[in-house]
């Protein structure tokens, strides 16, 4: 039953990663928004929403391992991993003027996620702050945004309902696939006696980045690879703000020291790295893709 719920959540996630990415280009084509800003906000947030609703599940069940791992796994996956496949199979063209906005949210809210590791608790006090600073970044975006909306007309066949509803259609196929994907994936670690806090880092949180995996390789094959970046720096931001700060808020969560004293800095340290491969020829090459994936591979050989 394990396996088949993996094989079906893979085949979910594929088709809805598909409909996802083509209906979000056309939506930024539609109404002139520059596709980095759409791969930050409905890209980005959007394949977010199972590591959301597994982080919320895991510390209303009383399983705070998991509910941290998975943010703190998610973005070293994100960075590593992700990235790392959509640079081997095009390398990534990079905005320097956009990036440098986002990168400074990007290390604000990994500083944020360094400082609160440090704490036993994160309580609702610094949950709040990180919401709050989530709400920033969101008015943020949509105002830089809104003021390049002027640069490009709309090309003709853009039509926003049939986007929409690919755009919706896709997102609901890749949460259920994550969340069939997921359970399989938990189920199968369970039975070899693995710690909630690796499969918190690993598993679960590689199952429930499959969603920003899909959509950030076939928005690279398509060509789209500001989407992919976008996606990755979006869904990053998100995971320490708002999955955090939202979990936290609902239920305080208490840290594993093992996170605190080497995951979440091998979270600072892709994070780092993801952002001088990207200001370095105005791109990230196949040969950076691959050295984020030799990376991934040591850490989680070093988790092993």
């Known amino acids: 039953m394990d396996i088949l719920l993996l094989a079906l959540g893979l085949a979910a996630l594929l088709g809805g990663g598909e409909l996802l990415v083509s209906g979000a280009v056309t939506l930024a084509q539609r109404f002139r928004v520059p596709p980095m800003v759409i791969g930050l906000t409905l890209v980005g947030f959007g394949t977010s929403a199972p590591e959301l609703f597994t982080s919320l599940n895991a510390a209303l069940t009383g399983r705070p391992g998991i509910a941290v791992g998975n943010v703190v796994g998610s973005n070293i996956a994100n960075i590593l991993l992700i990235v790392g496949l959509s640079a081997l199979l095009a390398p990534i063209a990079v905005d320097r003027a956009r990036l440098s906005r986002d990168a400074g949210w990007l290390f604000a809210a990994t500083a944020g996620g360094l400082a609160l590791a440090a704490l036993p608790v994160v309580g609702r006090l610094p949950a709040a702050c990180l919401v709050l600073g989530l709400a920033a970044f969101l008015i943020t975006t949509v105002r830089s945004g809104a003021s390049t909306v002027a640069e490009a007309p709309a090309p003709a066949g853009a039509r926003a309902v049939p986007a929409a509803l690919r755009f919706t259609a896709g997102l609901a196929l890749t949460l259920a696939g994550a969340v069939l994907l997921v359970d399989g994936a938990t189920g199968l670690a369970r039975a070899f006696g693995v710690s909630e806090a690796v499969i918190g880092l690993t598993l ?33 931001i998100f995971n320490l703000l708002g999955i955090l700060g939202i979990t936290a808020l609902v239920s305080p969560l208490p840290v594993d020291p093992q996170i605190a004293r080497f995951d979440v800095w091998i979270m600072a340290g892709a994070t780092l790295l ?16 691959a050295a984020l994936l030799a990376l991934y591979a040591a850490y989680l050989w070093a988790l092993a």
Do not use: D, K, M
Request: hydrophobic share 45%; net charge positive.
């Open 204 to 236: 679960v949180a590689v199952g429930t980045s499959l969603p920003e995996l899909v959509t950030s390789l076939l928005a690279a094959r398509r060509g789209h690879g500001e989407v992919a970046l976008g996606n990755v720096i979006g869904s990053n």
């Open 274 to 289: 993801l952002v001088l491969f990207a200001r370095t020829g105005r791109r990230i090459a196949r040969t950076e893709g």
